[in-house]
T-cell receptor, first 121, second 114 residues
Framework: AQTVTQSQPEMSVQEAETVTLSCTYDTSESDYYLFWYKQPPSRQMILVIRQEAYKQQNATENRFSVNFQKAAKSFSLKISDSQLGDAAMYFCAYRTRLASGNTGTASKLTFGTGTRLQVTL | SAVISQKPSRDICQRGTSLTIQCQVDSQVTMMFWYRQQPGQSLTLIATANQGSEATYESGFVIDKFPISRPNLTFSTLTVSNMSPEDSSIYLC???????????FGPGTRLTVT
């Protein structure tokens, strides 16, 4: 079974600075997705970024980027130029990639325990 | 992406009663899931809602306690039956749109059982 570990229960960053959230996972599969989700106090789960395991290039979305180390099974999230609105719980998640042409059997997301990010002035 | 709505957004219920939560998506999706998030915790999958057939439940969750319906590709319901205070949680609907890898979440239903 896949497991996802987030070893940082809480992190703090000053506005405009950069912060990195850690995530490691364990799997015997070679093809999968990794995600970072953000959950602000409104409790809405927001997809921040997605990485496909077969892609060597690290995913980026504006101020958010990942450092994906497949051999080390590590998937960290870097937030640059932190803003007050970035304050939230961040969850790392894993999902098996769908077989080619098979869109009807998506497997479940496995979540880490989350990291609470505080952004200070 | 997909726009997902859930009703109700929150409710306070008495012990022993049942609550049905609705999830509506603005487009057809392949998979719909129901998650539970207990206070201060991560998300735990309850079940996969299968269109036209019985839901697939995760270990620790049973149909008698959490009956699920999915009559079509855009709608599902989760019922929390015979509630106890331990059922106080946020319940989230989640979907995988057709031909996409992303998984999206509804706004959640905050349930408090007294």
């Amino acid at each position: 079974a896949q497991t996802v570990t987030q070893s940082q229960p809480e992190m703090s960053v000053q506005e405009a600075e950069t912060v990195t959230l850690s995530c490691t996972y364990d799997t015997s599969e070679s093809d999968y997705y990794l995600f970072w989700y953000k959950q602000p106090p409104s409790r809405q789960m927001i997809l921040v970024i997605r990485q496909e395991a077969y892609k060597q290039q690290n995913a980026t979305e504006n101020r958010f980027s990942v450092n994906f180390q497949k051999a080390a099974k590590s998937f960290s999230l870097k937030i640059s130029d932190s803003q007050l609105g970035d304050a939230a719980m961040y969850f790392c998640a894993y999902r098996t990639r769908l077989a080619s042409g098979n869109t009807g059997t998506a497997s479940k997301l496995t979540f880490g325990t989350g990291t609470r990010l505080q952004v200070t002035l | 992406s997909a726009v997902i709505s859930q009703k109700p957004s929150r409710d306070i219920c008495q012990r022993g009663t049942s609550l049905t939560i609705q999830c509506q998506v603005d487009s057809q999706v392949t998979m719909m899931f129901w998650y539970r998030q207990q206070p201060g915790q991560s998300l735990t999958l309850i079940a996969t809602a299968n269109q036209g057939s019985e839901a697939t439940y995760e270990s620790g969750f049973v149909i008698d306690k959490f009956p699920i319906s999915r009559p079509n590709l855009t709608f599902s319901t989760l019922t929390v039956s015979n509630m106890s205070p331990e059922d106080s949680s946020i319940y989230l609907c989640s979907v995988v749109p057709l031909f996409l890898g992303e998984q999206y979440f509804g706004p959640g239903t905050r349930l408090t059982v007294t």
